[in-house]
């Protein structure tokens, strides 16, 4: 792979205004030499008949553009004409279609990704459109690597909405119609060293900004967001731009994230995170909406009496449920290890973790037979809160970060997994971004969700699901649809980005004496004599 920086044309809207294109490109090339790659951006093909008769110029190789050209697909209806293969092709000699989605990666080893098409407004989408659907897949297909840093340039029509925050000055533009919150999340994911777009008419160069967060992530390589005008605007605003490139896999690890001093803050970080938390919240609505139905209708006995209930019908107290078979975790069974158990309240327990991570790690248990937190009775729920609480008080006065994990999957009894991480091993971002990370290694999709949520109205009872609790008040979930790795919260934990401790992912490999474990829990149980509300009441 070749150590060298690449010489790159980036271009704005052409409209079919291929031969004034292609003679500024010459025009450059004979001034500056010779560059590598030519990359428009934008509407491409016109709409008029004389754009028509230029292109068939190229298609028939009358005419032959001077160096390696990449285009996007249409954004219009009448141009979709152009495009005969939605997933790229050929087009002419030297002219090539990149496609509706995807990446491409140069002998170089330079990356390049794309994205075709406006936002769709409605479905079915038209076919110059692109879709959440496709910026999803795309984000995926990228970030899934293990390796994965960033690309290192990211190529839309559209502007990504909210470019302009924490940047320098944007003038002529209508922030309130301008600009997709897809492209914006996209760019947010892939992180990419240029990002160049068009349709806007504009030229505007945005002041690099960084893709970590200060004092609390690592030094990350920074990005440049380049809208490009439209080649005739009569304004002489900017279409063409030219840079070098070394590929982000051939660059020194230090030279790649050195900042320059104009940096700003990430544009999309908040924006990003707050549409996450208004799309789930709508779902929650909707679904807490059909739950709600749901018992309503099936709430109802018709009675003799005009459908009316009968006065002497009286609700009955519903009995708990009961396990199926031996539990070794409802209080009252014989399979409890009591020696483990550091206090109990009316409706919950906490107790040392077997095979524990550390010797601080608990479990949060109802004392009664109960699945997950979707089957918990309020008063349950409400005693859950306050285990939550006191540990979360103890934790921090030692030191440590609370971080709680359950998993509705093959498992009988609710267990509230609680693991303290030591303050000086990481930040709560990191161990966030350690979950989110290690999930999409495993293809699997963990959403954050609102801090205030309630599972109730976002999970459908009996439905399997993987959920986190954060000491920030942060919350991940992961919608359980076929297999899931059952020691996946303890292998995130147990990794080398938050406890360091890889041998200790499988909790059988935690072997503990019965004389080791009495004396963690008689700790344990001294420490945390003074945040334990059960004593306190």
Same mark, same amino acid.
């Given at each position: ?14 409209? =079919? ?43 028939? %190789? ?13 954004? !219009? ?20 279609? *990149? ?9 170089? %080893? *330079? ?61 002529? #533009? ?26 806007? %008419? ?16 690592? +030094? ?12 005739? !605007? ?21 030279? &790649? ?8 803050? !990430? ?16 779902? +929650? ?13 099936? =709430? ?6 005009? =459908? ?33 158990? #550091? ?11 077997? =095979? ?59 267990? &509230? ?13 990191? #161990? ?44 991940? &979930? ?26 200790? +992912? ?14 963690? +829990? ?16």
């Amino acid at each position: 792979m070749s150590g060298s920086s690449l010489r790159i044309l980036a271009c704005g809207d052409v409209e =079919g205004k291929l031969n004034a294109l292609f003679n500024r490109v010459r025009s450059i090339q004979k001034k500056s030499g010779d560059f590598d790659l030519l990359l428009c951006v934008g509407n491409f093909f016109g709409t008029t008949s004389e754009a028509e008769s230029e292109w068939v110029e190229y298609k028939t %190789g009358a005419k032959k553009a001077p160096m390696q050209t990449y285009i996007l697909g249409a954004n !219009n209806q009448e141009t979709t004409k152009y495009f005969p293969d939605i997933d790229g092709c050929e087009l002419a000699e030297n002219i090539t279609y *990149l496609g509706r989605k995807g990446v491409f990666i140069g002998a170089s %080893g *330079l990356q390049i990704a794309y994205l075709s098409g406006t936002e769709a407004q409605h479905e079915p989408a038209p076919a110059y459109c692109c879709t959440s659907k496709d910026v999803t897949a795309l984000k995926s297909s990228i970030t899934a690597s293990s390796k994965f840093k960033g690309v290192d340039i990211l190529l839309t029509s559209q502007w990504p909405k909210g470019v302009w925050q924490y940047g320098n000055n944007l003038e002529g #533009i209508d922030i309130k119609s301008c600009g997709s919150i897809s492209v914006a999340q996209l760019a947010f994911a892939l992180k990419p060293r240029y990002h160049f777009a068009a349709l806007e %008419g504009a030229n505007y160069e945005r002041l690099p900004y960084r893709n970590h967060m200060t004092l609390q992530e690592n +030094a990350q390589h920074v990005s440049r967001f380049i809208a490009l005008a439209n080649l005739s !605007n009569s304004s002489k605003k900017k279409y063409l731009y030219a840079f070098n490139i070394m590929p982000l896999s051939s660059m020194d690890p230090v030279e &790649l994230v050195k900042q320059t001093e104009d940096v700003t803050e !990430n544009p999309y970080r908040k924006m990003t995170k707050e549409f996450q938390k208004t799309k789930l919240g709508e779902t +929650a609505a909707e679904e807490s909406q059909f739950f709600f139905d749901l018992s309503k209708r099936e =709430g109802k006995k018709r009675s003799s009496e005009g =459908g009316r209930p009968s006065p002497h019908q009286s609700k009955q107290p519903r009995k708990p449920p009961q396990p199926t078979g031996p539990c070794w975790f409802c209080l009252a069974s014989p399979e409890v290890e009591k020696h483990l158990v #550091i206090s109990i309240g009316t409706h919950c327990y906490i107790a040392l973790a077997k =095979g524990s991570l550390t010797p601080d790690h608990v479990l949060i248990l109802p004392i009664g037979h109960h699945q997950s937190v979707l089957e918990l009775p309020s008063e349950v729920i409400e005693e859950v809160e306050k285990c939550k609480l006191a540990l979360k008080n103890f934790y921090k006065n030692i030191g440590k970060r609370f971080v709680m994990f359950e998993r509705n999957y093959r498992s009988q009894h609710l267990q &509230l997994q609680v693991v303290p991480v030591p303050i000086q091993c990481c930040a709560t971002d990191d #161990i966030k971004e350690a979950f989110i990370v290690q999930a999409e290694e495993q293809q699997m999709e963990l959403l954050e969700i609102p801090e205030h949520s309630d599972l109730k109205q976002i999970i459908q009872p009996g439905s399997a699901y993987f959920y986190v609790e954060l000491d920030s008040g942060e919350k991940l &979930l992961h919608r359980i649809k076929r297999q899931f790795p059952l020691q996946f919260g303890r292998e995130v934990l147990a990794s080398e980005a938050v406890l360091n401790i890889p041998d200790k +992912a499988n909790w059988r490999e935690c072997k503990f004496s019965r004389e080791e474990e009495e004396e963690f +829990a008689k700790a344990f149980r001294k420490g945390f004599q003074p945040y334990d509300f059960s004593l306190l009441e």
